[in-house]
Structures are given as C-alpha cells and as structure tokens.
C-alpha cells in the first residue's frame, strides 16, 4: 500500500485548500482512512477520518470546516480534505495514513503518505 499526497500549499486567513491522497494498492474491504495534522514543535494530531462505511469524524478544531470524502476504485482509493475557512493555527503538514481502525491515534496507523505543507498566514 502506497499513500502519496498532493494539494497544499500558502493561503491567506478565511482560503480554501483541497487536499489528496491517493492510496494504490488497496485491497481491504474494512479499512480507516485519516486525515493527520503537524504543526512545528506538536505532535501528530488525528483531525478527520473515514471508513470504509463512509462514516466520518472530526476533531473539534475542524468541525464544521474541513471535510473528509473519498471515491473507491479497483485498487486504488483516494481520500479528499477539503479545508475552507482556514485559519493560522490550522498550518502545519497533513499527512494521510490508513489501518483498519478509527479509533486509533497516530502510532497505531501502520500506513503513512509523505505530508503536504499548508501555511494559513493572517
């Protein structure tokens, strides 16, 4: 399974950006799909997930803001964040990973994208 992300980049407060990863290889039929946030000097925080019964969640930092979606192929899924309202506090690399449960935090994901920056300047 590969993870490979695209899509950040440098917006002003209040921008958009649209985020994806696109996971090749993908052969499970029960899987989680999340969507991770670092910012300098924080830990890996779980900001969005979404399983392979479409069923999303987020953290309260990002309700009403951000929006996880995805489209399955054959063998390939790709996993979509939607950012709008973006605010500072919201930069730092994305990263999107893959396991089997939700629930997990970020260690227990064994999949892992290589992030994309995004910078929210005020």
């Known amino acids: 399974l590969q993870l490979v992300e695209s899509g950040g980049g440098s917006v002003q407060a209040g921008g958009s950006l649209r985020l994806s990863c696109a996971a090749y290889g993908y052969t499970y039929n029960t899987y989680c799909m999340g969507w991770f946030r670092q910012a300098p000097g924080k830990e890996r925080e779980k900001i969005a997930t979404i399983d392979s019964t479409g069923t999303t969640s987020y953290v309260d930092s990002v309700k009403g803001r951000f929006t996880v979606s995805q489209d399955k192929g054959e063998n390939t899924l790709r996993l979509w964040l939607q950012m709008d309202n973006l605010q500072p506090e919201d930069t730092g690399v994305y990263y999107c990973?893959?396991?089997?449960?939700?629930?997990?935090?970020?260690?227990?994901?064994?999949?892992w994208g290589q992030g994309t920056q995004v910078t929210v300047s005020s």
């Open positions: 990973a893959s396991d089997s449960r939700c629930d997990y935090l970020a260690p227990g994901f064994g999949h």
